[in-house]
Structure formats: structure tokens, C-alpha cells
């Protein structure tokens, strides 16, 4: 035999020489759940170790993580039914719970990376990401709202903007909407190819979400479908994106590489609520190493074409130094 592989692994040496593929803090993006209040901090029942924090303990959480060298955060609010509308106008309101939280954690940690969510969703009294009509959900009425979200969210500081309602052109709309505003500098990382999942079930908990009738597959993608990605992915790079998404994550490895394979642009990955939910199961059971299954997906998440992790993860490996 000439050829051995076996001999580039014979010793943690040389298996760590010839290693392809590394996750590291700068790649992993931490979503944290707000919930009004003062002293709040609850855990989400479907996600142990998740909580939802009222934004004083926030801002010790993002401190925490911080001194981690854990630099960016995904934003989502919790909002109470009374807040709810058609229109999702608690979205813009200069003093929501969400905005006064992003204004909070930049001031106090000018130098992280906030990323805010643009959907409709936790306002919405019908619990969908756009406006609803007739059951219908309405896509160029909805662009509207969705411009006044990511200016109110550029005006209070966020790094990123990160349209995740799957309605069409919203990434064309918002980027018009920043630049005719002067906010030329703040990003889009496009939800491209967000797939109507079953694995966003926790989240949905989370933040009290749920679709009041219905479901999302008018707008999120059929997860049969691959090619339809790339018409996503393509239409978002040429509207002005600076990330291109995938969701979920590890149901969808083979989307992430399509999608890396056709553009030049950072491709990020979200390990949703229901990923998390699912390890941690197995876990509490005793089925699973916690340390070899979380690193082994996130490296497969990272092997197959992410640059960017969005995980609830993101603290436990960094705090058990397990990278
Ligand atoms: C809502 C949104 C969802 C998630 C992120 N933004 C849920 C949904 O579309 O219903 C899911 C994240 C997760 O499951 O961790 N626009």
C-alpha cells in the first residue's frame, strides 16, 4: 500500500496539523432573548441554560460574554400580547423594550456587534412576519413596516440588520431605506434561504410567537426544495446583502455548501432553537457527550460552508473553553 491515510492520523499532533476546519469565538454569534422589567431572568423551558432577560440583566449577560471574547449578539424581544397589533407599530416605537435595548448594550459595549431581528412577528397580533389580510400575508405593504424597523434599529445603534420575514425585495427596500438616511454603514445579513421548519418550535415559546392561525409556508421555504436557494440567495446579493443566511442549520448542510459554492459573499448559519433543543434532550438523558456533540456540530456547520454561527451555544463552549 503507498497510500496509508491513517498515518496523518496517528498522533494528536499531527491530527491537529492537518485539521481543515476550526470554530472560534470571532465566528459565533450569541441570540439573547429580552423581556420586560427590572431584575428579570427566566429560563425558556424548551431550552435549558436559555433565559429571557429583563435588559439590566442583559447587560450583565453581554458583559459575561464579552469578557469571553464573545463579541456578537442577535437581539429578540419578548413582547406582551397588550403591545400587539395588525401593523407590529410597537416595532418602531422610539421607546419599546427592543430599541431602548439595543441603545443599552451600545452604550455600555460600544465596541460588540449587535445584530437586530427585522420581522414582524413578536408585534404582530396575528403572529406572522408580515401584514395579514384576508388570511393573506400582504408582501409590498409589509416592506413598508419592515423599512421603518431597520431605521428605528440604525438609529439606536445596531451593527447589522437582519431581515428575517422572507417577504420579497425586502432587502432592496431596507438597504434604500438605511442609505437614504445616511446609514450607508450598517449591514444586512439577509435570512436567504429560511426554510418553514418545524425546529423554530422553542423559539416561538421564547417569545410568546407562535402564528395565531395557519402557518409560514406562504413565505418561508419548502424544505424539500435546494435550487429554490439560490433564487433567494442571488436576488439578496444583487438587492445589497453583506451575509447570506441559512436556516436551519444542521438540517441544511447541504444548502449552506450550494450556497457558499455560488457566492463570494460571508454565508452564515443559524443553529435555531429547535437544534439546541434537541442536543440538550439527549444530553440531560445521559444519550450524548455534551462537549463531543456540540463542537462536532458546530464544526460541521463551519464545514460545510459557514463563516458565521448564530447558536445558542455560543457562551457554554467559549465558558468551558471547549474549542
Ligand atoms: C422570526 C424568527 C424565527 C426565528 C428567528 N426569527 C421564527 C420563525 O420564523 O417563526 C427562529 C430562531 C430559532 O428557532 O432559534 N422572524
Given amino acids: 500500500m503507498l497510500q496509508r491515510p491513517r498515518r496523518n492520523r496517528k498522533s494528536e499532533v499531527i491530527r491537529q496539523m492537518v485539521q481543515e476546519t476550526h470554530v472560534s469565538a470571532a465566528n459565533l454569534i450569541f441570540p439573547l432573548f429580552i423581556v420586560d422589567g427590572v431584575n428579570q431572568k427566566t429560563e425558556v423551558s424548551s431550552m435549558p441554560g436559555i433565559f429571557r432577560y429583563s435588559i439590566d440583566n442583559l447587560l450583565r449577560e453581554v458583559e459575561e460574554c464579552m469578557n469571553l471574547g464573545l463579541h456578537s449578539f442577535d437581539l429578540f424581544p419578548n413582547i406582551d400580547d397588550s403591545f400587539k397589533d395588525k401593523y407590529a407599530t410597537e416595532s418602531h416605537r422610539e421607546e419599546s423594550l427592543y430599541l431602548r435595548a439595543i441603545r443599552e448594550v451600545k452604550k455600555n459595549f460600544p465596541e460588540s456587534c449587535v445584530i437586530t431581528d427585522v420581522a414582524m412577528d413578536p408585534y404582530s397580533s396575528d403572529g406572522h412576519d408580515g401584514i395579514v389580510e384576508n388570511g393573506e400575508i400582504l408582501n409590498d405593504e409589509t416592506l413598508e413596516v419592515l423599512g421603518k424597523m431597520a431605521l428605528a434599529h440604525a438609529r439606536s445603534g445596531a451593527d447589522i440588520i437582519a431581515p428575517s420575514d422572507m417577504m420579497d425585495g425586502r432587502v432592496g427596500y431596507i438597504r434604500?431605506?438605511?442609505?437614504?438616511?445616511?446609514?450607508?454603514?450598517?449591514?444586512?445579513?439577509?435570512?436567504?434561504?429560511?426554510?418553514?421548519?418545524?425546529?423554530?418550535?422553542?423559539?416561538?415559546?421564547?417569545?410568546?410567537?407562535?402564528?395565531?392561525?395557519?402557518?409560514k409556508k406562504s413565505y418561508q421555504m419548502n424544505p424539500a426544495n435546494q435550487r429554490e436557494a439560490l433564487i433567494e440567495a442571488n436576488l439578496d446579493?444583487?438587492?445589497?446583502?453583506?451575509?447570506?443566511?441559512?436556516?436551519?442549520?444542521?438540517?441544511?448542510?447541504?444548502?449552506?455548501?450550494?450556497?457558499?459554492?455560488?457566492?463570494?459573499?460571508?454565508?452564515?448559519?443559524?443553529?435555531?432553537?429547535?437544534?439546541?433543543?434537541?442536543?440538550?434532550?439527549?444530553?440531560?438523558?445521559?444519550?450524548?457527550?455534551?462537549?463531543?456533540?456540540?463542537?462536532?456540530?458546530?464544526?460541521?456547520?463551519?464545514?460545510?460552508?459557514?463563516?458565521?454561527?448564530?447558536?445558542?451555544?455560543?457562551?457554554?463552549?467559549?465558558?468551558?473553553?471547549?474549542?
Fill in 176 to 215: 434604500k431605506v438605511l442609505d437614504d438616511h445616511q446609514f450607508t454603514n450598517v449591514s444586512i445579513m439577509s435570512y436567504s434561504a429560511k426554510y418553514a421548519s418545524a425546529f423554530y418550535g422553542p423559539f416561538r415559546d421564547a417569545l410568546n410567537s407562535a402564528p395565531k392561525f395557519g402557518d
Fill in 237 to 323: 446579493e444583487l438587492e445589497g446583502a453583506d451575509f447570506l443566511m441559512v436556516k436551519p442549520a444542521l438540517p441544511y448542510l447541504d444548502v449552506i455548501k450550494l450556497i457558499k459554492d455560488n457566492t463570494e459573499l460571508p454565508v452564515a448559519a443559524y443553529n435555531v432553537s429547535g437544534e439546541y433543543a434537541m442536543i440538550k434532550a439527549a444530553i440531560q438523558k445521559g444519550w450524548l457527550n455534551e462537549q463531543r456533540a456540540i463542537t462536532e456540530v458546530l464544526t460541521s456547520i463551519r464545514r460545510a460552508g459557514a463563516t458565521a454561527i448564530l447558536t445558542y451555544h455560543a457562551k457554554e463552549v467559549l465558558l468551558n473553553k471547549w474549542l
